[in-house]
T-cell receptor, first 114, second 113 residues
Framework: NAGVTQTPKFRVLKTGQSMTLLCAQD?????MYWYRQDPGMGLRLIHY???????AKGEVPDGYNVSRLKKQNFLLGLESAAPSQTSVYFC?????????????FGQGTRLTVV | QQQVKQSPQSLIVQKGGIPIINCAYE??????FPWYQQFPGKGPALLIA?????SEKKEGRFTISFNKSAKQFSLHIMDSQPGDSATYFC????????????FGAGTQVVVTP
């Protein structure tokens, strides 16, 4: 059972370049999220999705776009990368419902923008 | 601003010591408080969670203490081991309806042999 898989694991971009990070989950979860992790800042929510075809902004959405065309995939795009977007990016998913929701995380993508 | 404030940012203890991580929240609508553990190079994973109707929950060597009136909760790692060295995140959300998990800034714990 793969859980949440992120592609790629590492990437170096030049300022102004674009790229797409792919997240795939095989748990049939309704909710998917993209976080960035920076030292001393914890996990900050970039965008999230509550179902196929829907997306919403999180705390730090500027400079990013997302799409969820299929339930199992959630894509994070950087149209014009900036050094401030150097970070570790985590995708997560969680099931629909109330109660003790558990978020399942991927292993992260380390992105460096030079 | 972060809705869940976590301290300290880092902690070093000797094997057998009890690292304590503290979190505080403002939003009284939060009623579910999980802790996530993250090892280097890995994504966070759920460790233990508590609801405010209990003041303490234990799972193995990990204990959560909860003070509803003070809107504070803490994680204690009893008899800590080098293998417990990781980053720990507290989080909060609303049990009664779905909401986004709000994470604290994280605490890097190092347990020395």
């Amino acid at each position: 059972n793969a859980g949440v898989t992120q592609t790629p694991k590492f990437r170096v971009l030049k300022t102004g370049q674009s790229m797409t990070l792919l997240c795939a989950q095989d748990m049939n979860h309704e909710y998917m999220y993209w976080y960035r992790q920076d030292p001393g800042m914890g996990l900050r929510l970039i965008h999230y999705s509550v179902g196929e075809g829907t997306t919403a902004k999180g705390e730090v959405p500027d400079g990013y776009n997302v799409s969820r065309l299929k339930k199992q995939n959630f894509l994070l795009g950087l149209e014009s990368a900036a050094p401030s977007q150097t970070s570790v990016y985590f995708c997560a998913s969680s099931p629909l419902g109330q109660g003790a929701i558990e978020a399942f995380f991927g292993q992260g993508t380390r992105l460096t923008v030079v | 601003q972060q809705q869940v404030k976590q301290s300290p940012q880092s902690l070093i203890v000797q094997k057998g010591g009890i690292p304590i991580i503290n979190c505080a929240y403002e939003n009284t609508a939060f009623d579910y408080f999980p802790w996530y553990q993250q090892f280097p190079g890995k994504g966070p994973a759920l460790l233990i969670a508590i609801r405010p109707d209990v003041s303490e929950k234990k799972e193995g060597r990990f204990t959560i203490s909860f003070n509803k009136s003070a809107k504070q909760f803490s994680l204690h790692i009893m008899d800590s081991q080098p293998g417990d060295s990781a980053t720990y995140f507290c989080a909060a959300h609303r049990y009664s309806r779905w909401g986004k998990l709000q994470f604290g800034a994280g605490t890097q714990v190092v347990v020395t042999p």
